[in-house]
């Protein structure tokens, strides 16, 4: 497949109105089993979506093929079975659609928005913000990051949940990386190709990945993408005071007390209660009653989750 003029949108995928207006996703990484802090996340772009008489999509992030945890994927496929989410397509796979993204990182060297970089993380030491070092330098792309062009703009946007957010990527990070030197595509890269050819319109994710947000509209602009609207949830934590995470050792999902976990979850979100019962009439009464007034406007949430 190839994405010769990204600035002429591609068609949604077909359906009525309301699904042109909203187009939500899950997109998890399988890098772990889900935890209780991915449930929130899936069961508040689900609810979110079919609550706007949206579509509902689910994508794995898998582009980081070294990271990816054996059995993650299928444990991904049978949480969904078990919570009884249905997905309003067919579920995508990034490790499948590698041929796009280097079509398009083609695209933005033919368009001189990308650049080699030869600098190693020792290199760089401990500085966050990268210089430009390489920028002029004119290097080969074989074996090298891949690194974009920043400029000395603010973007901001309002997020749905969090309020107005803002960074000019210029002085907050310099040029970022949209592929590894070992030829891995960067996640920033992937999503901002993906949402825009499934049509997203609305990101519900972690508070963890609001400052990703400005990379990615960047992004977006670079290329001609249409704009989305953005809600970070509030993070669950453990007892430590940490993300609820795979890195943290977050318990699995047991998928045997999916109706009971649903409705933590949803109780966690502080949205109205439901009634326990299937996973499918708990989803639908849940959406009915869907507020995110309801949600905490904080970046994590009270209490512990482990």
Known sequence: MSIRNPSLPLPLIKGGKAEE???G??????????????????????????????????????TDIPRIYPGSEAHILRSLDAFQFEPDGEI???????????????????????????????MLGSNHIYAGTCRNLQLSFAQQAIRLKVTDTDICFEDRLQGRHCSNLQH????????????????????VVDDYLQGITDVVRGADLLDNTERQIWLGRVLGYPELRYLHLPLAM???????????LAQPLDLNQAPLLLQ??????????????TPARMLQQAIAQWSIDAIPHTTQLQGSYA
């Open 92 to 122: 995508l796979f990034q490790k499948d659609r590698l041929a796009i993204y280097e079509d398009v990182l083609e695209q933005l060297a033919e368009q001189g928005w990308v650049y080699a970089c030869q600098c190693t993380r020792k």
């Open 21 to 23: 207006n909203y187009v």
């Open 238 to 248: 453990n007892d430590q005071g940490q993300k609820l995470s795979k890195q943290n």
């Open 25 to 62: 996703r899950f997109a998890p990484s399988p890098t772990g089993p889900l935890h209780f802090g991915s449930l929130i996340t899936a069961v508040a772009s689900y609810c979110d979506a079919k609550a706007q008489h949206g579509r509902w999509l689910v994508r794995i992030e898998d």
């Open 264 to 277: 933590q979850a949803l109780t966690a979100l502080h949205q109205p209660p439901v009634v326990l019962d």
């Open 172 to 191: 907050d990070l310099g040029d970022f990386v949209l592929k590894r030197r070992d030829g891995i595509i960067n996640y920033q890269l992937a999503v």
